[in-house]
């Protein structure tokens, strides 16, 4: 019964990392579906030009997901073009690394707590302070505020060698999806996480053509990168399928990292 769906026309939406890549992709269908966008992007030119393209309903905030004042603005800047009620955490950033490294010495901290920090905290950072706002929305008539959608990795699940540091802050995007799930269900604002596999962002489709070949061979099916327009049908499928809440939805044409 399509009556239930989550109806974005005439709302406002933030995205993180909604420069480039996967974020960008979400961006389009967002304005696309007739909502006002903010790019949330510490990539400001970047984040601008694309706010330009796309017109009018679509403003660039510049900003650190880990910056109370900064994430606020960008939440501000959202309500200010309609009902906040959709929200893509895309942004994300990974470091190689073993725990011990080959020469001998130990992982890194710093960058360690940088990944951590980033994807974990930033994440967090952005869905307590943008819930908030969704709560005081106007229910629809089924109850329902907002969505939000985290982006985690398979490495979250089957990190690599070398990946204990992504692995483990995508894991812990991975382990708030519930709890938020949980606290946020008398508001009436669901939460889901999607965890990709090998997606060909343009920095994957800069890498070699013979590395990129190599990470493609152990993917099943589709035999190729997703594309991050699939990135953000699954994120419209989000959006307008209120019963998809808590969860965690891989999207690898069924990889499973092997240990290297």
Do not use: C, W
Request: charged fraction near 20%; glycine fraction near 14%.
């Amino acid at each position: 019964n399509g009556s239930y769906q989550m109806n974005l026309n005439g709302r406002s939406t933030l995205v993180t990392g909604g420069a480039g890549g996967l974020g960008e992709a979400v961006v389009r269908l967002f304005a696309a579906a007739g909502a006002s966008v903010v790019i949330f992007d510490a990539a400001a030119d970047r984040a601008r030009r694309l706010a330009d393209e796309l017109g009018d309903t679509v403003l660039a905030v510049a900003g650190d997901v880990l910056s109370e004042t900064s994430v606020g603005e960008a939440v501000e800047v959202a309500t200010g073009l309609g009902e906040l009620s959709a929200v893509a955490i895309v942004h994300g950033a990974g470091v190689a690394g073993r725990t011990v490294n080959r020469d001998g010495t130990p992982h890194d901290l710093d960058l360690f707590q940088r990944t951590i920090n980033l994807n974990i905290v930033g994440t967090f950072n952005v869905v307590r302070l943008a819930a908030v706002v969704m709560a005081g929305n106007e229910p629809d008539e089924h109850g329902q505020r907002g969505v939000f959608i985290n982006t985690a990795s398979i490495a979250g699940l089957e990190g690599q060698t070398g990946q204990v540091a992504y692995g483990s802050a995508k894991a812990g995007i991975i382990g708030m999806t519930l709890p938020v799930a949980r606290d946020l269900s008398p508001m009436g604002i669901r939460i889901n996480t999607i965890a990709p596999g090998t997606m060909g962002t343009p920095l994957m489709r800069s890498m070699p053509e013979e590395m990129q070949e190599k990470l493609v061979s152990t993917i099943p099916f589709p035999r190729r990168m997703g594309e991050p327009d699939e990135f953000a049908a699954l994120v419209g499928h989000i959006v307008e399928n209120p019963y998809l809440n808590g969860e965690v939805i891989r999207l690898d044409g069924a990889l499973r990292f092997p240990p290297k």
